[in-house]
């Protein structure tokens, strides 16, 4: 079975320094997605960034990119310019292409100081 | 465009009842997931519904059941209430081909407490 394991329960972050949260998966597919996804204090649930494991180019969005190593299985989120908006549980997801469900980290708290 | 919704937002039961959560999926959306999230947890796969059919299934015993509707609102039902199932449901819906969605839009999901 597929595995998500995120290793820091809690970070944090000076406001407007960077911050690299970590994450690791365990499968035997070799073509998956990947995604980070943000938990606000408010609960809802949003999309930050994905990766297709088939491309090799490192996605971004604004202020958030991705370091994808598929070799190592590991799939780190990279936030710029950190924003007090950012605080948040950060959950790493993974779904396989031939499933329909997702698997999560168990998250990571960043806060963010002023 | 309105997002999902789910209702309601805190529910409290008692071991050994039955509870029904609901979520109304974003406009355009065929397809509903549901999750139990623990306190301190990443969201487990309970079970999802593509076009009013059950359509892949985590680890939950039976007592777990769902519903999805013509409109693609969906139901979740827990039968037998154990203290294990406090947590947060959360729902989240998608537009996909046979359930094979590239993004998910969750809801703000229910809080249950069982005692």
């Known amino acids: 079975a597929q595995t998500v394991t995120q290793s820091q329960p809690e970070m944090s972050v000076q406001e407007a320094e960077t911050v690299t949260l970590s994450c690791t998966y365990d499968?035997?597919?070799?073509?998956?997605?990947l995604f980070w996804y943000k938990q606000p204090p408010s609960r809802q649930m949003i999309l930050v960034i994905r990766?297709?494991?088939?491309?090799?180019q490192n996605a971004t969005e604004n202020r958030f990119s991705v370091n994808f190593q598929k070799a190592a299985k590991s799939f780190s989120l990279k936030i710029s310019d950190s924003q007090l908006g950012d605080a948040a549980m950060y959950f790493c997801a993974y779904r396989g292409v031939n499933f329909n469900k997702f698997y999560f980290g168990s998250g990571t708290k960043l806060n963010v100081k002023p | 465009e309105t997002g999902v919704t789910q209702s309601p937002t805190h529910l409290i039961k008692t071991r050994g009842q039955q509870v029904t959560l609901r979520c109304s999926s974003q406009s355009g959306h065929n397809t509903v997931s549901w999750y139990q999230q623990a306190l301190g947890q990443g969201p487990q796969f309970i079970f999802q519904y593509y076009r009013e059919e059950e359509n892949g299934r985590g680890n939950f015993p039976p007592r777990f059941s769902g519903l999805q509707f013509p409109n693609y609102s969906s139901e979740l039902n827990v039968n037998a209430l154990e203290l294990d199932d406090s947590a947060l449901y959360l729902c989240?819906?998608?537009?996909?081909?046979?359930?094979?969605?590239?993004?998910?839009?969750f809801g703000p999901g229910t809080r249950l407490t069982v005692t």
């Open positions: 989240a819906s998608s537009s996909s081909d046979r359930g094979y969605a590239y993004e998910q839009y």
């Open positions: 499968t035997s597919e070799s073509d998956y997605y």
């Open positions: 990766q297709e494991a088939y491309k090799q």
